[in-house]
């Protein structure tokens, strides 16, 4: 019999018991609003089926009364209690990163950071959104017409999902944002890394849509919290692609509008599975099965 976990988990023996047991990974997410996330259960259950206790904290900044402005206190009590690492969600994936050592190369061109990993007293600042929405593109809509796409949102998520759009290979990535500034900066960003003429911004969703093959929300509207829609709805037409990130409610009242026309679309809950499998892999040094953690997220 061997005490060699098949996943890569390294048992370890309990000098007061003289029982092998399995390294224990805590962890935990930041952001406010988060009671409904379903990423806890994501995690624990894979690291459960990967021999780990594995311990994921919801860290609610609404629920505890505070802001952004507390993520230094938060931070340095998850390295006091041995964090292996945090995930990071609205409002604080551009406010973190002043206060880490180092940034992926991914998070540092997307200036947003959905995932730091603690380890030997360093900070590290990584972004697993835009892989996870890629993930999810490619298995949903790998054969939608991508040649201008309308992006609502140019916060950190938005930042991830117009690179994973531009990276797919869409010919243009139209931001729209209530900030104006804020989705003209983020359009220029991605001209500096993808080329000019890939994004621009808009302040007209009538007009942007009008050329669109698609669209994507990745503003908070759709949540639980924040009822409502990105887009009015008569703008939405058949031959219009239709992708959320909100994945709380499963269908949003973007995406039921949308299939009540006809359009084809994608739920959150994709890319919100592969940015947790990104995340796990960085927390735990394990290969996660993403196909199981799909299945156990439909199932929840």
Not at 19 to 39: D, E, F, M, N
Not at 175 to 187: F, G, K, Y
Request: aromatic share 8%; net charge negative; hydrophobic share 45%.
């Amino acid at each position: 019999m061997t005490n060699e976990d098949p996943s890569g988990a390294k048992p370890q023996v309990d000098e007061a018991s003289g029982l092998w047991t399995y390294p224990a990974v805590l962890v935990g997410l930041i952001g406010a609003g988060i009671q409904a996330s379903r990423t806890p259960s994501l995690h624990e259950c894979e690291g459960a089926r990967q021999g780990l206790r594995y311990i994921y904290k919801l860290i609610d900044l609404e629920v505890l009364g505070l802001d952004a402005r507390s993520l230094p206190e938060i931070l340095t009590a998850a390295e006091r209690f041995s964090f292996a690492g945090v995930n990071i969600t609205h409002p604080c994936k551009q406010a973190v990163i002043p206060l880490l050592d180092e940034l992926s190369p991914d998070a540092a061109a997307l200036s947003a950071v959905n995932t730091v990993v603690l380890k030997d007293g360093r900070r590290v600042g990584h972004n697993t959104d835009w892989w996870g929405f890629t993930e999810s593109f490619r298995r949903e809509l790998s054969d939608a017409r991508c040649d201008c796409v309308v992006q609502f949102g140019a916060g950190g998520a938005g930042a991830a999902v117009a690179h994973a759009l531009l990276t797919l290979g869409a010919g243009e990535v139209i931001v729209i944002d209530i900030d104006e500034d804020r989705a003209q900066n983020l359009a220029a960003a991605l001209c500096d890394r993808f080329g000019q003429g890939r994004a621009s911004s808009s302040s007209s969703p009538a007009d942007a849509l009008a050329g669109a093959n698609g669209m994507v929300n990745t503003t908070p509207l759709g949540m639980a919290k924040y009822p409502g829609m990105a887009v009015p709805a008569d703008l939405l037409r058949r031959d219009l692609w239709v992708a959320d990130i909100v994945y709380f409610p499963l269908e949003t009242e973007l995406l039921r509008q949308a299939r009540a026309r006809g359009c084809r679309t994608m739920f959150g809950g994709g890319m919100a599975v592969f940015q947790a499998v990104g995340a796990f892999r960085l927390f735990t040094g394990l290969e996660p099965d993403a196909d199981r953690m799909l299945r156990h997220f439909s199932q929840m």
